[in-house]
Every structure is written in C-alpha cells, then in structure tokens.
C-alpha cells in the first residue's frame, strides 16, 4: 500500500479523492476481508497495485491467497484436461473455488464461451454462497452488469463495488518524454 501513489497521473481532485477512496477500501478490506470487493475501473488506474497489496498484508498474517489473471487461468484449467497434465481439474478447480482469498484480476477479459462462462458462474457462485473472501478487478462496470454473474457481484449484502476514476498511471509525461528522446536518438544527427 505504501507505493500506492493517489497522486496518480495528474488527476483532477475527484480523481484524486476517487484514488484516496480505493486505497482505504483496500486497506480496510485487507485488515478484515469480510465478503467480497470488486475494483473497477479504466486500465491503468491501480486496480491490480491494490489487489496485490492486500494479498501481501493478508501473506504477512499468515493467510493463503489464489492469485489469478482470470484468462490465464481459464487457460490453466483447460490445461487440466490435457493428456499427461500433471494437475488434476478436480484439485484446481476446488483450490480456486474454495481458496480463503481469491483474487480474480481481470474479469471480463476473458475468451467469453459458453464453457468460460459456466466454469466462472461456478466459481462465483460457490464463492457468493459461501461468502468466501474475493478481490475482483475489472474495467467491466459492475453498477449496471446484468445476468447471474454481475448480479452476484453487485449484491450489497456481500460485496462493495469500488470505481476507480483516474488517468491511466502508465501513460504520463515521462513516458511521453522518453518517446521524445527515442525518437530523437532515431532521426537526430550521428555524431562520431
């Protein structure tokens, strides 16, 4: 949480606060992860920063975390099936749907077919049940998200949604800088 700048890329000051605000939330759901927490919001804007830093201060109390960029995952668990796959999808399946922190980053990026969709309903759903601990990043906008999965992930009763509204950190004037440079080195004089 420490590196966590909520001074971001220039923002204007509701982007600022909105960046104060996800920091406490996360700081206040990595004390206590008590249902679920769903940071969405632009790509770039300290949605994963957050994520991470609340699985490393649930590390440091000694709890277990499943850390998982959702398509990757998706493509893990396929995997399973593969002949000679020395993972069984029984046992994957069961660690992630039943991990005491689950961090799903990147929701919605997935490859959306009907055998994505059920394996992540499934995995929803026994976590929305059972309330389990959930860390959902996402550029989705879960306030208007429709169907059984983003109504799961809307429900006040388990979770809090948590729009995160600031420029991308990636994008900035010292990147813009080094490309001026670069670009510079590429059509500048050579000198010997």
């Known amino acids: 949480f420490d590196s966590f700048d909520v001074r971001g890329n220039k923002p204007r000051a509701s982007q600022k606060a909105s960046l104060e605000g996800a920091l406490q939330a996360a700081k206040n759901f990595a004390s206590d992860p008590d249902g679920w927490i769903t940071l969405f919001g632009s790509s770039g804007v300290g949605k994963t920063h957050l994520s991470i ?7 440091k109390k000694g709890d277990l975390c499943f850390f998982a960029f959702v398509p990757d995952l998706l493509d893990y668990i396929r995997h399973t099936f593969a002949p000679g796959s020395s993972l069984s999808y029984d046992r994957l399946f069961y660690e992630v749907r039943s991990a005491p ?43 208007k998200a429709a169907g059984p999965i983003g109504s799961r ?40």
Do not use: C, M
């Open 53 to 59: 830093a609340i699985a490393g201060e649930r590390l």
């Open 153 to 192: 992930i809307r429900d006040p009763y388990v979770g809090q949604l948590v729009r995160v509204d600031a420029p991308d950190y990636r994008i900035n004037d010292r990147t813009k800088h080094r490309q001026k440079l670069r670009d510079g080195v590429r059509r500048g004089p050579v000198r010997r």
């Open 101 to 143: 922190l689950l961090i799903l980053d990147d929701l919605g990026l997935e490859n959306a077919s009907p055998w994505t969709y059920e394996k992540l309903y499934q995995i929803i759903v026994h976590r929305h049940n059972a309330r389990l601990p959930t860390v959902i990043t996402s550029t989705e906008d879960f306030t």
